[in-house]
């Protein structure tokens, strides 16, 4: 295992300045975002920031991130995966139970796009049944991986009940980056309503992603930025 190893395979992203992103991406166009329950960030007229955090729970980091959201009293939402809350339930009931949020992450983190109907629906019912068995509640917010997804998955889960939530400042933990690399890119790119992804996934050197929070939490509270669940942020309940 080096420095730069993800579990997952990564498709290349483009990242376009035109006020829509091109549909040949894994992301998908606006005029989704104006159709369905579908975002990137939250409201721009709020000083509220949230941190996101995708691919666990890990033995390792999510015990960690959990102390530093306590020292700091910031409540954060965790996008979990299926097969890794199998193998660590006990940290999952520990996220609830500490107040933060759990999103789906699909079971086993493929690339939806390229998913049959009954594959992508399997995924998230597989997801859903351990966070209400395991934290209390079906979830309402869904993060996609690697932000892939189709028109008609996303409509969906939109008639599920469900929020679909992208991101809009990606620190590009995972590949192991330091604390002041990432730390940079959140402040450099941080507005109101920024939603940030970082992870916490088994087998990905993250120390940055952890020393990090002892940079961004302190300069946005100084700044008077709430830093907020998914929930908060869109006045949305957690489950559905």
Known sequence: ???????????QRNYPTIPFLDS??????FTWVEKYHYAFSGPYNRAMVALTFDDGPDPVFTPVILEKLRRYDVKATFFLLGTNMEKFPELVKRIAAEGHVIGNHTYDHP???DATDDAYHQQIQKSDALIQTLAGYKPKFFRPP????TESQVQWATKQ?????????????WKGLPAETITDTVIANVLPGSIILQHNAPGVPLQGTVDALDHIIPQLQMKAVRLVTLPEMFSLTKGR
């Open 1 to 11: 295992m080096n420095g730069h190893y993800y579990p997952y395979p990564m498709p």
């Open 24 to 29: 040949r991406a894994s992301w998908t166009p």
């Open 111 to 113: 690339k939806l796009a």
């Open 146 to 149: 690697y932000g892939s997804i």
């Open 161 to 173: 009940g469900m929020m679909i939530t992208q991101w809009s400042i990606d620190t590009l933990d």
